[in-house]
């Protein structure tokens, strides 16, 4: 299942900054290591309700409390896509 991610900053429901970075399966960690380098940002701690949010749903957010430094905006969602899905007209 390799696709991308599509990393945002939410702040007040507005997208401040956003990036999309390639996403080898089960490697999202890595692929949202790679984003977060590119937008600046520490990496957020990664708790069970993280992996479980992705894998069911193909997202997950963070909030503030996540990050170790304090940080610009209300949230940081992470959504996974598969480009090839759209060109197979599904």
Known sequence: MAGKIWVREIRRNKILRDVVVP?????????LSLALRELDVMMPLVVARHHRDFEEFGQTRFLPEHFLESVNFDRLEVEFFDGQARKEGR
Do not use: P
């Open 23 to 31: 996403c080898a399966a089960g490697g999202w960690e890595d692929a």
